[in-house]
């Protein structure tokens, strides 16, 4: 497995540090570093660490923090590398939504930009210029041009 490159890294310490100031101030739930374990199916077990994933409060109430986090990320996000493969995350994306997650975010560092992926939806592409929002982090929000500057 290569190791991400500093761009990659960036990307991940500022969406971090902008969801879990919101997330301490709202008191809305809980972020989740790079590789933190989620079992989002059994028999066979499929494990996954998302770059970020995101818990609303009362199920990060219920984590036990020295074993693997039960079901999908209520928000996923992933930061595609260079040497990623479009569909391996892609079937990443739908493993997360198939196991519950309510939003998955594939951030786009190469083109700046971000895709927003919902249960049943069309995907939305966001650009520098525009905002991250979602009903499912009621206040917050962090324009896209933030993330890759």
Do not use: C
């Not at 905002?131 to 324009?143: D, K, P, T, V, W």
Request: charged share 25%.
């Amino acid at each position: 497995m290569t190791l991400p490159r500093p761009r990659h890294q960036m990307i991940v310490m500022r969406l971090v540090y902008a969801l879990e100031h919101w997330s301490r101030s709202s008191g809305s739930g809980t972020v989740y570093p790079s590789d933190t374990p989620f079992l989002l199916k059994r028999n066979p077990d499929t494990l996954r660490g998302p770059d970020i994933a995101w818990l609303r409060a009362e199920r990060a109430a219920a984590v036990q923090p020295d074993y693997v986090i039960e079901g999908a990320p209520d928000l996923s996000i992933e930061v595609a590398s260079p040497s990623d493969r479009i569909s391996s995350l892609l079937k990443k994306i739908f493993q997360y939504l198939e196991a519950g997650s309510e939003a998955v975010w594939l951030v786009m560092p190469s083109g700046r930009e971000i895709h927003v992926y919902r249960p049943d939806e069309s995907p939305r592409i966001l650009r520098v210029g525009e905002a991250i929002e979602s009903r499912l982090l009621a206040g917050f929000s962090i324009a896209v041009g933030e993330i890759f500057r």
